[in-house]
């Protein structure tokens, strides 16, 4: 039977874990993260799920100890498997499989390697993205790929949505690939690194909606940090105001595009931006609660607001 360590977490963690299991693979150890309680839990548990199924299951604050590694090599694993696991990996690991380590990276690579990359791709405009399983070298995101499979990003997508699509798409990914993995035949090709790049980190200041930019590009950083995630925010008149969900309108600029502004039109919020084009805001909140043009508080009313 074969044999795997396997790191984890996350909905595309879920979703490969249930592959591998289905697929008759032995999982003597996993290793997953203890939840935030901060965090919002859009994905499946992990840990629940190993639970279920009568899995060895840790959560370290880190597995790079000679101690956590000496166990990994005592389970004798095959292969390591690595699917949206949030820490790196130290070299050490890589070498605890007699037959490799491989990771699952929710991009098509080599195109966003590093971190956020579904969120990313949407910020970037992108109309598609995609899982990759490839093997693990010290240099994160840039071992031989083995699989990779395509998903849609549509104009209004949320990084939720997107997200998802990614998760079938690794799930896919590794069912049809482990047979030949296991076999010995799987097909692999390098990745050329100069036809894609890296990405950072993204934390909640990054939803910060700066004004000088399109309409297309303001509508692409809602959708990408829109919830279960911190979300798109501006402040007028001393008021932060929560920007949850937008569309490109058809019309243009009611007011220009010499100073972005934010008005109320036909029950509607709207935002003119500064290629002339104009965002319909469908839902904008403050203090977590929805604001219409109807109820308006005080700070809002005079209008157009400049947008800045």
């Given amino acids: 039977m074969t044999r795997a360590v396997v790191f984890a977490y996350s909905e595309v963690g879920c979703r490969c874990v249930r592959e591998l299991l289905a697929q008759g693979v032995e999982i003597p150890l996993l290793f997953t993260h203890a939840d935030d309680p901060g965090e919002n839990q859009w994905f499946g548990s992990v840990r629940q799920l190993a639970e279920a199924h009568g899995l060895r299951v840790e959560t370290p604050a880190t597995p790079n100890t000679p101690q956590w590694i000496a166990t990994g090599l005592a389970a004798k694993p095959d292969f390591l498997f690595s699917f949206y696991y949030r820490y790196m990996l130290e070299k050490a690991w890589l070498g605890v499989a007699g037959r490799g380590a491989l990771n699952m990276h929710g991009s098509l690579l080599p195109k966003y390697r590093g971190?956020?990359?579904?969120?990313?791709?949407?910020?970037?405009?992108?109309?598609?993205?995609?899982a990759s399983l490839h093997y693990m070298l010290e240099k994160p995101d840039a071992g031989a790929l083995v699989d990779q499979q395509s998903v849609p990003i549509l104009e209004n997508d949320t990084a939720l949505e997107v997200s998802l699509k990614v998760a079938e798409a690794a799930r896919q990914v590794l069912r049809r690939s482990l047979p030949a993995l296991v076999s010995g035949s799987a097909q692999v090709r390098p990745l050329d690194l100069s036809a894609g790049s890296y990405f950072g980190r993204r934390t909640p200041e990054d939803g910060r909606i700066?004004?000088?930019?399109?309409?297309?590009?303001?509508?692409?950083?809602?959708?990408?940090?829109?919830?279960?995630?911190?979300?798109?925010?501006?402040?007028?008149?001393?008021?932060?105001?929560?920007?949850?969900?937008?569309?490109?309108?058809?019309?243009?600029?009611?007011?220009?595009?010499?100073?972005?502004?934010?008005?109320?039109?036909?029950?509607?919020?709207?935002?003119d931006c500064v290629d002339g084009r104009r965002l319909w805001i469908v839902q904008l909140a403050i203090e977590g609660k929805l604001v219409t043009p109807v109820r308006a508080?005080?700070?809002l009313a005079k209008q157009p607001l400049a947008l800045g």
């Fill in 115 to 130: 971190r956020a990359p579904v969120h990313w791709a949407i910020l970037n405009g992108e109309s598609v993205t995609g």
């Fill in 210 to 271: 700066d004004w000088r930019c399109t309409a297309r590009a303001v509508h692409d950083l809602v959708r990408a940090v829109a919830a279960p995630f911190p979300g798109a925010f501006t402040e007028v008149n001393g008021c932060r105001l929560a920007v949850l969900e937008t569309r490109v309108d058809a019309q243009p600029a009611k007011y220009g595009s010499s100073a972005p502004c934010l008005y109320a039109a036909d029950g509607k919020w709207f935002a």
């Fill in 297 to 299: 508080p005080p700070a």
